[in-house]
């Protein structure tokens, strides 16, 4: 396994060790911002979901140029910190065109492609939001600590979003890979067909060419996983070619759909939202009636925005709730399938070619009911991001 190339620092303070190693291992903050306990967590070759935050917010690069901007900010060098924030903008919509599917990613389960442009979308927006930061005469302290605190925000979403991804592509492959292992059943089994005048060689000619088109598939898949990775190793502040130990993402806990009012939520998520945090407060600071009236402009589109957003996202919510549930029917009924089919291999009655496609039948229901669960996990996800601000205004 390749160790990580940025978690060995203990101090930011001291001045040999950030002489010597590369600059992502001096990101992290002090020792006493964690425990022991936590570091270790943090420092380890294993990325589990619930640690994405913590590295996002010690190791990325985005945020650590962020907080150096913000202090010199903070010293009243609002242009050198203008300066940055329009560099962000640029690292930012460089990070949104990667994370953009390629169109073989139309070819995964579920809902990756979507999920994938969702995020893509996202950071684009927020990198233009980076870019209109930097152009206005009218910041201060507290608009660039929003415009950070969004940034940092949206990169943990893009990181879930990304194990998301992972997951499902990785589960995508293992059904792949058995496939392969049916069609090369199905081809020795051509081959014996035809040996005894049962088909010709253009059937023998077509089970190779469905190996060759399925081998091509999972090339195709390998390169997708591998891209999702190494967007997620950056981001979390592994060298690319790094081989953490990617844990599951967490079960779905249905009791938090049930937890969901949008009614209520939207209130939530107004009073969260960074657009109309930054708009609010830009407001405040201009006295420019035509500057006013722009910046009032923007509090009523993100208002409207919000609120049709949370609605859209809470309806998602639900539908891919129905997704996973008629997804586990299926794989209900498959398994009775799957006990006949047991069965009748036992006692001579099905031959071991039906009984690897009845096995692969299953496998694919199973896979299903997976991807379906994780693009559910994703959906909630969303949802709980908007409540927490993570919502474009435009």
Not at 74 to 92: E, G, I, T, V
Not at 187 to 198: E, P
Not at 216 to 243: F, P
Request: with cysteine; aromatic share 8%; net charge negative.
């Amino acid at each position: 396994m390749v160790k990580r190339s940025r978690n060995r620092l203990i101090s930011l303070g001291i001045a040999a060790a950030m002489a010597a190693v590369p600059s992502m291992q001096v990101f992290a903050s002090p020792e006493f911002a964690h425990t022991a306990e936590e570091w270790a967590r943090l420092r380890d070759d294993v990325m589990e979901y619930g640690e994405l935050a913590d590295l996002i917010h010690e190791y990325n690069t985005t945020v650590y140029k962020n907080q150096v901007a913000y202090d010199d900010a903070r010293d009243q060098d609002f242009n050198d910190a203008k300066d940055a924030l329009a560099s962000q903008a640029n690292d930012l919509f460089s990070q949104s065109d990667s994370m953009y599917p390629e169109d073989t990613y139309a070819m995964a389960p579920g809902g990756i492609y979507a999920n994938m442009i969702y995020g893509s979308a996202m950071m684009e927006y927020y990198a233009k939001a980076a870019l209109q930061t930097s152009e206005s005469s009218l910041v201060d302290n507290t608009m660039l600590r929003i415009r950070y605190d969004q940034q940092e925000a949206g990169l943990v979403m893009q990181a879930q979003i990304l194990m998301n991804s992972y997951e499902q592509l990785e589960k995508n492959m293992a059904l792949l890979e058995d496939t392969k292992g049916l069609l090369e059943a199905v081809y020795q089994s051509t081959l014996i067909q035809r040996d005894h005048g049962l088909v010709t060689q253009a059937d023998v000619l077509k089970a190779q060419e469905n190996i060759s088109n399925l081998d091509a598939n999972i090339q195709t898949a390998e390169k997708s996983r591998d891209q999702v990775k190494r967007n997620l190793c950056l981001l979390t502040g592994w060298s690319v070619n790094a081989n953490p130990d990617i844990r599951p993402i967490p079960e779905v806990d249905m009791t938090r759909i049930d937890r969901m009012n949008p009614a209520a939520d939207t209130a939530t998520a107004l009073a969260n939202n960074y657009d109309l945090r930054y708009y609010t407060k830009q407001l405040e600071n201009v006295g420019e009636e035509s500057a006013r009236k722009t910046a009032q402009a923007n509090i009523d589109n993100t208002k409207e925005t919000v609120t049709s957003q949370v609605k859209t996202l809470y309806e998602t919510v639900l539908n891919k709730r129905t997704s996973y549930e008629t997804a586990q029917m299926a794989l209900t009924l498959e398994e009775v399938n799957k006990r006949d089919m047991d069965q009748k291999y036992q006692v001579g009655s099905a031959s071991p070619l039906e009984y690897r496609q009845a096995q692969n039948t299953y496998l694919q229901k199973a896979v299903a009911v997976d991807t379906a669960k994780l693009d559910l996990f994703q959906a909630i996800e969303n949802y709980e991001w908007a409540l927490k601000g993570l919502v474009s205004g435009s």
